[in-house]
């Protein structure tokens, strides 16, 4: 078994705004969360008026990256599209009126 090692990034693109996780993103695999120490973490959908957790897990990290990418994509090809969601019916994207 090999030990992963956190390295600090080549590059610093912004001011920390995290106390305790690091999010980490790569184009080929996705987020990754971890604690600030290194240890496996995921992220979560808070409902504040009851404070429960409403999504989590890896398929709600997953979910995330997936509009994320759908959203910069569109972007990227000129859609103009003001928003991409994901919903418990699928995924849409609303387009800019024309």
């Known amino acids: 078994m090999t030990s992963k090692t956190i390295r600090e990034p080549d590059e610093r693109i912004g001011d920390a705004s ?10 080929w695999d ?8 290194g240890r496996p973490a995921t992220l979560a959908v808070v409902d504040p008026s009851t404070g429960q957790v409403i ?18 994509r569109r972007f990227l090809i000129g859609e103009k599209a003001l928003r991409v969601m994901s919903t418990p019916q699928g995924f849409f994207g609303e387009k800019e009126a024309d």
Not at 18 to 27: K, N
Not at 55 to 72: I, K, R
Request: proline share 3%.
């Open 55 to 72: 999504e989590s897990g890896p398929d709600l990290v997953n979910e995330v990256w997936d509009v994320a990418v759908e959203a910069y």
């Open 18 to 27: 995290l106390a305790h996780s690091v999010i980490a993103a790569r184009a």
């Open 30 to 37: 996705g987020f990754t969360i971890t604690t600030e120490d």
